[in-house]
């Protein structure tokens, strides 16, 4: 068995030392998580409140002559974030909760939501205040959909929904008119003139990109770039939908139109997946300003156009024409991949296929698969030791091992040059790590799984929010405390050297699946600040 062991572990040597290579088009943003700790009551007011909702009311919105319309507005910013309000902060609320530090959330951008005929409709309890002052819903929440309501394979190979895994995923909504839920939709089907129209975009910037995108020198698009997002729980009353890039200063608007009627569907199930390559749409120029979001696009003049200096991307929605209709919002994993800079070495083919041995070390056959795409289009990514890292796996499971108890497995293996010896890691359920001294036996699980599902999500770095959970002590600073976090809570490693992740699961019998190519990640040496000698004195 030791000769079998020992026999492997040079054969990972072997993968490790083939060179790093830099990908084409890596991912910067994806914006897929738990932001909102798993307790009940917790939603995500964009901006920290409905509050600061811009109300604007006696407006003729509708041209019918008569001043009594209502605009209600998170204006649009590139400089105040729209995200929900985090805690920890000087300015912080007792009930802000967003985890703003996880990556990709921080966001920005802008929403206006119109009314017709209902400025004269006042509160019941506070009668000079206009019933339709507040958007009904806008905030980041907690996906309360049951497990069952999305296909497990549909949107982006994922099923959602409290329960999930034990996941408690954030999704972002916008929800103008509801079926009834609450006073000012109940008004809404009650009155007959009340209409409704709506314009929002999301934005991330650059400072706030992941894998080494904040710190890149220049971010462009090439064949491998994509834009993808996932519409989810809501989607009603959504005329116009289409991706946004700031090249430089302008804000870009695609001409590609994200179809949200889409019968691209498994039946019975919510959800679609949306992906765009930028170079194959037009463009045309954006300007939102305060609370004029919406593109205007019966004159808007599209064109051909090479992004030189990409500084935020998003994604657009909007209902143009007044209507009578429930108009929902919601959607998740927006994801950005784009070329940091340009690669003449050759890529390495990204090799799916999983390794297995059983207890003895021996090769057994497998047909199980590792993904890295949802992480990284490529070898290895560089970034500072300031950038936020994100790097989760997805494991298709071997279909005879499906519904048997596993342990998730992680090892790295970190090396601090290419001339420095490797060193490899292992991570527990509670997100400590120890040395591994490469013996399969004494390998600890990261996360015990009574059941194996066909698929299988790791959140390799930083540590998933749920592991971290599990230990009290780090739980209140997790959710609630504002002292020193773990490190790994930012998705930030801080110090340089070549990473390389190792993933997958081990099952009762003592079989480990494992990834056939690692995921890796190389961190520069900090750059020391000189300063020059005054002669002066």
């Not at 904040?214 to 971010?219: L, R």
């Amino acid at each position: 068995m030791m000769q079998n062991q020992q026999r492997i572990l040079i054969f990972i040597f072997l993968i490790l030392f083939m060179g790093l290579v830099r990908a084409e088009s890596v991912k910067l943003i994806h914006w897929w998580d738990q932001y909102l700790p798993m307790r009940t009551g917790i939603t995500g007011f964009y901006r920290g409140n409905p509050e600061t909702v811009t109300s604007r009311q006696k407006m003729d919105l509708d041209n019918d002559g008569v001043s009594n319309d209502a605009q209600l507005s998170y204006n649009f910013s590139l400089t105040e974030s729209l995200n929900p309000g985090a805690p920890c902060q000087p300015d912080s609320k007792k009930w802000y909760a967003y985890r703003v530090d996880r990556p990709s959330g921080k966001f920005y951008g802008g929403m206006v939501v119109r009314f017709t005929n209902v400025s004269d409709l006042m509160r019941t309890d506070q009668k000079d205040t206009p019933l339709f002052s507040k958007i009904p819903q806008a905030s980041v929440q907690q996906d309360g959909a049951s497990p069952g309501l999305y296909s497990d394979k549909f949107p982006s190979n994922t099923a959602r929904g409290r329960g999930y895994n034990n996941d408690y995923w954030s999704d972002m909504t916008l929800i103008p008119v509801d079926p009834s839920w609450g006073t000012i939709t109940k008004t809404f089907w009650e009155t007959p003139d009340i209409q409704v129209n709506f314009a929002s975009v999301f934005l991330w910037k650059k400072a706030d990109f992941v894998n080494g995108g904040a710190s890149a020198e220049k971010i462009t698009f090439d064949a491998t770039s994509k834009f993808t997002v996932d519409l989810t729980r809501f989607r009603k009353n959504i005329e116009d939908a289409r991706f946004v890039a700031q090249d430089g200063e302008q804000l870009w608007i695609s001409q590609y139109v994200i179809d949200v009627n889409s019968t691209n569907l498994v039946k019975g199930k919510q959800g679609a997946t949306f992906e765009l390559n930028p170079l194959n749409s037009l463009w045309a120029k954006y300007t939102p300003s305060d609370a004029d979001v919406d593109f205007d696009v019966k004159n808007a003049k599209f064109v051909t156009h090479e992004f030189q200096d990409v500084q935020a991307v998003g994604v657009y929605f909007a209902s143009t024409e007044f209507s009578r209709k429930e108009t929902m919002l919601a959607f998740d994993n927006f994801q950005l991949y784009a070329a940091i800079t340009p690669t003449t070495d050759p890529a390495i083919e990204q090799n799916p296929q999983g390794l297995a041995v059983n207890q003895a070390g021996e090769f057994i056959p497998t047909t199980a698969q590792f993904s890295r795409g949802s992480t990284i289009n490529g070898s290895a990514v560089q970034a500072e030791p300031s950038d936020i890292i994100d790097i989760r796996g997805v494991i298709t499971v071997d279909s005879v091992h499906v519904g048997q108890a596993a342990d998730i497995l992680m090892v790295v293996a970190y090396q601090a040059d290419l001339t420095d010896k490797l060193t490899f890691f292992m991570f527990d359920e509670k997100g400590g790590y120890h040395p591994w001294d490469g013996q399969f036996s004494s390998l600890v699980a990261l996360q015990k799984i009574e059941k194996i599902d066909p698929e299988e999500r790791v959140n390799l770095f930083p540590l998933a929010i749920e592991v971290l959970q599990n230990d009290e002590t780090l739980n209140k600073e997790v959710v609630s405390g504002c002292g020193a976090r773990p490190f790994t809570y930012t998705g930030i490693i801080g110090f340089p050297g070549i990473f390389k992740f190792y993933y997958g699961y081990r099952l009762t019998d003592g079989t480990i699946v494992f990834n056939r190519d690692s995921v890796d990640v190389e961190i520069k040496p900090q750059v020391p600040v000189t300063k020059s000698l005054d002669n002066s004195q």
